[in-house]
């Protein structure tokens, strides 16, 4: 069995977390110097790129660590798919047994949609 942190899928995101830590420090350093020269926000900003690069790690944490289903899970989840296909089938049966009142209704709606559209603004 291939490790979660080699698979392809982990490279991607190795690189990925790289890539993006290199481009929140980077700016984090440009808002330093910013900062230093005269620019008061960027000191907020000094901070808010470190943090976003800690976000990173938290999201590459994530992701790599993302939850199995379990056999019970898959098992609750094919039981309840089953009950509700047989749902459908009921509700199916139920509306074979229309009301004829609303079957005519329903073919009057039918043939008013399949009528040609006149226009009534336009050329």
């Excluded at 942190?5 to 700016?27: D, E, M, N, P, Q």
């Excluded at 020269?37 to 994530?62: D, K």
């Excluded at 047994?97 to 609303?102: I, T, Y």
């Amino acid at each position: 069995m291939k490790s979660k942190y080699l698979s392809r899928r982990a490279l991607g995101i190795h690189v990925a977390l790289v890539v993006w830590i290199a481009i929140c420090l980077a700016a984090g350093w440009w808002q330093v110097n910013a900062a230093i020269g005269g620019n008061s926000l960027s000191y907020l900003y000094a901070v808010e790129w470190p943090a976003f690069a800690v976000l990173g790690v938290f999201g590459w944490y994530a992701l790599l660590n993302r939850e199995k289903i379990t056999e019970h899970q898959e098992k609750t989840r094919k039981e309840y798919e089953e009950k509700m296909r047989a749902e459908a089938q009921l509700a199916r049966h139920v509306e074979e047994e229309e009301d004829p009142v609303l079957a005519a209704y329903n073919d009057h709606l039918a043939e008013i949609a399949s009528r040609p559209k006149k226009r009534l603004w336009g050329h």
